[in-house]
Each structure stands twice: as structure tokens, then as C-alpha cells.
């Protein structure tokens, strides 16, 4: 959609179109909801006033960009976002040619566009990079990295900072708007750039002193005092919803020729009342009622996630010096119950990864159990901390993977695919999954008698119900759910536990049945007695092939100079895995319990 020779009446018209098609979609499909509604203004403006196809747009996270979507010739194809085949919910360069950039975790945007600028200056095009970056993505520290190179070398990039949850700093009303349009505008900034070098070069040192303080005290009534004492010219706050004004201010922005940020206040859901505001239950949502924004329900067994929320609750009120922590996910991770419960041992310290895994560390030094509580997704932003901080001190952390596997309808930015293969050469290092409800209680109460790191990992939503009975925990012990007579035996892990056991049910031979609970350290005792009984084993789990359990098992297979034993596993292959409905996504890989049988046959 064309919308550079558009009115300003038109444009508003366009935004409410986009605001209508998004609550139409997101209503009867699910997605992300209430933030992409709030930067419908801030994205027309972007695109009135810069090229998609040429000027780097770059969504930080990207969960924003449906109206980006809309405006770059998707709006039919828009009924199959986040479905299987369909758009993908997020920005993908294979979709359009409008994506700059494939983006699901937060805080790389403006590293990307320092990158650009450097390219396009080396280049020396006439482009501009811009970014949308939400106020919370500000708290991860990559952020700072970006800004701090960027203030030094001054590329042109405009960075609209979309402030919907919490402001940076307090403004003091009208006059500092417009004090602050007025520091980054051209009159000012051509003043000050003339008014400097006729200081330095005629007058003494007292007066470039007076100078020099009379322009930070104009800045230290504005909110934009930490960007321009970085070296980044400052506007705003704006107001993100009046599209007069984010299309003039873009404009001024460009026409600046160095690194802005343009601060916008939005409100998230806008447009669509119920979901106006700070509510976190409407950033990504299921199919609801617009008319009274209830969620359409589905009955379904208790997710993994609750279970382990109230194993820990349990866990912790009888052990105090049990703490944890979260990245910016406490109601995703449950965290957030034991928050309420706990709010002096568990916190939530937002976009940090790295920060979250080094400070329980030093928790754990002093004496206390932590319990870090991230997606598996998002535990690879702070794996060198799990290393450096963590397994070289040999220290009892608990990392409580959560989303490990296939996740559905985020797609291959957020698949918890290689936690096992990323964390299980690790030294010192203990990596177990429970394959139900009830060892995923058993799993925590291990947890915490350890003396040394361990990770348990279990899935988003339910484990599939099993008919075995459940036990405690042993380090290094694998459990024998089933003995078979044929020649097979079905070694599975963690929640991948339970699709072994439909896909034996549904093959003709009686096959065994082991739940390996531990991948390090391997049970090599029980190992070696199905050797002796079983030389065609299948390797299940919800995991990356390479270094993961299938890999592991032929590691020991080689050491042990086992050679009678024919090893096939149903891991994931050498590909990340697209988005869309979690059993669409296994039939596509092969892995439903009827496609398995087939296999095997």
C-alpha cells in the first residue's frame, strides 16, 4: 500500500483500516494483540515518511509489526498469521522484501541499524535506518552497547522509542516538549554547531565554560538527558497517536542528518478499549469476543508450567533460602505466584538474562538455592554466564527450563530446540527432565538437594498423561517403564516420554519402554544391561539431533566398544523449525506416533 502522496485525513483513515483488520484477525486467530495495536500511528508515520524497501526498518522483537504487515502488500495473506504456512508472526525477510531483518528476541534493533549505517556509509547511499523499539527492551544491556558506539560515530539512524509501559524519565509538561523539539531541531542545532566553534576559536576559556553550562541546563529539563549526554540528539515525548505529529517529527528527525531518538508515548491496545492499557493478558492472545473481550476457553490439562509453579511454592515454603528469578516472563514462567507469595526472595529483573544468571551465583555463594526460571529460548542469550559464572564455580543453581521443544506459533525465533545440546558438555553441569506432572514435582525436590548446577527442562502446555507410576529421583538413574519381547526398546526423555509410549501402543511388536531421566550423567549401567537385551533402539525426545540424547547414547555406544546395537533418533533435524500449531508442526517433521510406527516398520 502506497501511502507516500496520502492526506493526513487519508492516513487516519488507513490507521483506523489497519486497527479494524487487526482486531478482526487477532480476534478469531490468536497473536500478539495489544502492542501491535499501539503502533499503528508510529508505523504509518514510518512508512510516510521513509521507504521500507530501501531505508532499514527494523522492529526490535518485531512483535509490533502487524500494521507494518498490512502497509507491505500482506493484508489478504494477514488471515494466516502465526499459522502453519502462513505469515509469520514476527518480521521475515522471506516474506517480503520490506523485512528487513528476522527478529523474535528483544534489544538487537539498534545493533542492527549501527551495522546498516556503518554499510550504507561505506556504500555512500542515500539511506536512512530506522528502528521501533519498545521501552521495555530498553533494560537489556546490548541497548547501551548499540548507543554507546552510536553516539561516538553519529550515523544517521532514527530510533523511535515506542513508550508504552513505563516512561524513561518524568517530563515537565509542555515546556519541556518544547524545549526538547527545539534542542534537536535544525535552527538550534545550526545555532549551537556556529555558536561553538565561534566560542572555541575567539573567546576565552571563561566564556566557552559559561557557554557549555548554560546548554546543560537547557538539557537537564528535558527527559531526553541520558541520549544526549551519550551523544544522540533527543525529541519528546511525543504523543504516538497523533499522527500529525509523529509524521513532523519524523520528518524533522530525518532531515537531521545524525542519530535521534524520537520518544513517543502510546498506549498499548489502542483502539480497542478492553485491552487500553497495562494488562499483560492481552499482549498475546488466544481467539476472544470482541464485543466483550472474553477469551474464547478450552478445556485442557494443567500446563507444565502451573504444575511447576506450585511444586516451587511448595518447595519454597518449606525451605527459605530457596530464591528465583525471571527475565520480563513472570506470569509465562509462573514466577509471578511465587512473586506475590515471596516478593523478598523472587524477582523479576527484565530483559537481563545475563544479569539474571550471574546474580543468583553470587545467591548461590552465599548460601542460598536458586531457581532461574527462563525460557529455553532465552537462556541462550546468557550462556556465558551459565559457564563462566555458574558451572566453573561449580555453583548449586537451578536452571528451570521452561518452552524447551516445539512451542508453537512463534516459530523458529523462539523453539526451545538445542538447550540439551548447549548445556550438556558443559562441565559440572547436571541435565534432567521429568516426563509428567508428578516428576516434574520430584524433579524440584531433586534439584534442590544438589550441590552442583543441574537443568530441567519441560514443555509449553500439558505432558502427555502416561499410565506408569512416577518415583523420586536418583542422580545418573534411568527408570525401565516397560520391558519388551521383540528386539526394540523406545529410549525416551522428558516430555517426549510420552509419545513413545503412544507410538508403542500403536506398533504390533511389545516393546520396552525406558524414560532416561538423565542425559548427563547417563545411566550407563542400565545402558549396558539393554544392550544385552535390545539392539535396535529409538531415541525420543523433544530436541535438536545434533549433541543432543541420540548423541550422547552414541558416545557411550563408541566409548564402551559396544557395537551390536543399531541406534535411530527422532530428534529434530538440522533445520529450524517454522512456526504454526504444535501437532502440524510434528506431522511436518515426521514425528506423530502413527508417522514414528511407520518408520520403524
Not at 526451545?416 to 550438556?424: E, H, K, M, N, P
Not at 558443559?426 to 516428576?439: K, Q, S, W
Request: net charge negative; charged share 25%.
Amino acid at each position: 500500500m502506497n501511502i507516500k502522496d496520502k492526506s493526513l485525513e487519508e492516513l487516519e483513515k488507513v490507521s483506523q483500516d489497519i486497527r479494524d483488520r487487526i482486531i478482526d484477525v487477532v480476534s478469531r486467530k490468536g497473536g500478539h494483540f495489544s502492542s501491535t495495536l499501539g503502533a499503528v500511528e508510529l508505523t504509518v508515520g514510518m512508512h510516510k515518511i521513509f521507504d521500507a524497501y530501501s531505508d532499514p526498518f527494523i522492529f526490535d522483537v518485531s512483535h509490533q509489526c502487524y500494521p507494518h504487515k498490512l502497509l507491505t502488500g500482506r493484508w489478504d495473506e494477514f488471515e494466516t498469521i502465526r499459522q502453519f504456512g502462513g505469515l509469520s508472526g514476527f518480521t521475515k525477510p522471506n516474506e517480503s522484501d520490506a523485512d528487513y531483518f528476522i527478529a523474535g528476541h528483544s534489544s538487537t534493533s539498534i545493533s542492527l541499524a549501527v551495522g546498516a549505517a556503518k554499510a550504507i556509509k561505506l556504500r555512500e547511499e542515500d539511506r536512512v535506518p530506522v528502528v521501533m523499539i519498545g521501552d521495555g527492551s530498553m533494560t537489556a544491556g546490548m541497548v547501551y552497547e548499540a548507543l554507546n558506539e552510536l553516539g561516538d560515530i553519529k550515523l544517521p539512524i532514527v530510533i523511535i522509542l515506542n513508550d508504552n509501559e513505563m516512561s524513561i524519565a518524568k517530563p515537565i509538561g509542555a515546556i519541556s516538549k518544547h524545549l526538547s523539539k527545539l534542542l534537536a531541531g535544525k535552527t538550534y542545532q545550526g545555532f549551537k554547531g556556529k555558536v561553538s566553534t565561534f566560542i572555541e576559536k575567539n573567546m576565552p576559556e571563561g566564556t566557552t565554560y559559561i557557554a557549555k553550562r548554560m546548554e546543560e541546563a537547557l538539557k537537564l529539563i528535558t527527559p531526553g538527558i541520558l541520549f544526549e549526554e551519550m551523544g544522540i540528539d533527543y525529541i519528546g515525548p511525543i504523543d504516538g497517536h497523533n499522527l500529525k505529529e509523529v509524521i513532523d517529527t519524523l520528518q524533522l528527525a530525518k532531515d537531521m542528518g545524525k542519530p535521534v531518538i524520537v520518544h513517543a508515548r502510546t498506549v498499548k491496545g489502542k483502539g480497542y478499549e478492553i485491552a487500553e492499557g497495562q494488562h499483560e493478558c492481552w499482549h498475546g492472545v488466544g481467539p476472544f469476543n470482541v464485543k466483550d473481550g472474553v477469551f474464547v476457553k478450552k478445556d485442557a490439562p494443567k500446563a507444565a508450567t502451573a504444575v511447576f509453579a506450585d511444586a516451587l511454592i511448595k518447595l519454597a515454603s518449606k525451605h527459605e533460602n530457596v530464591v528465583g528469578v525471571t527475565a520480563a516472563m513472570p506470569s509465562g514462567t509462573g514466577i509471578n505466584k511465587l512473586m506475590e507469595k515471596f516478593p523478598t526472595r523472587f524477582w523479576d529483573v527484565a530483559i537481563a538474562e545475563q544479569h539474571a544468571v550471574t546474580s543468583m551465583a553470587a545467591m548461590a555463594k552465599e548460601g542460598f538455592k536458586p531457581f532461574i526460571t527462563i525460557y529455553s529460548t532465552f537462556l541462550q542469550r546468557g550462556y556465558d554466564q551459565i559457564i563462566h559464572d555458574v558451572c566453573i564455580m561449580d555453583l548449586p543453581v537451578v536452571f528451570a527450563i521452561d518452552r524447551a521443544g516445539t512451542v508453537g506459533n512463534d516459530g523458529e525465533t523462539h523453539q526451545g530446540a538445542f538447550d540439551i545440546s548447549y548445556l550438556r558438555f558443559i562441565p559440572n553441569m547436571i541435565v534432567f527432565a521429568p516426563r509428567d506432572n508428578e516428576t516434574l514435582e520430584y524433579g524440584l525436590e531433586f534439584a534442590y538437594t544438589l550441590t552442583s548446577p543441574s537443568a530441567i527442562r519441560y514443555p509449553r502446555g500439558a505432558f502427555t498423561a502416561i499410565d506408569f507410576p512416577s518415583s523420586p529421583f536418583e542422580l545418573g538413574k534411568a527408570e525401565v517403564l516397560k520391558e519388551g519381547t521383540s528386539s526394540k526398546v523406545f529410549i525416551a526423555y522428558g516430555s517426549a516420554v510420552g509419545r513413545a509410549c503412544e507410538t508403542a501402543k500403536l506398533h504390533k511388536d511389545d516393546i520396552a519402554v525406558v524414560d532416561l531421566r538423565f542425559v548427563k550423567p547417563l545411566d550407563t549401567k542400565c545402558l549396558k544391561q539393554l544392550s544385552s537385551k535390545y539392539d535396535e533402539w529409538y531415541i525420543f525426545s523433544d530436541s535438536q539431533k545434533q549433541a543432543g540424547v541420540g548423541s550422547a547414547i552414541l558416545e557411550f555406544l563408541s566409548e564402551e566398544n559396544i557395537s551390536n546395537v543399531k541406534l535411530t533418533s527422532f530428534e529434530y533435524e538440522d533445520a529450524f523449525i517454522e512456526h504454526g500449531d504444535t501437532k502440524l508442526i510434528e506431522e511436518s517433521l515426521g514425528l506423530l506416533p502413527s508417522q514414528l510406527v511407520e518408520k520403524i516398520r
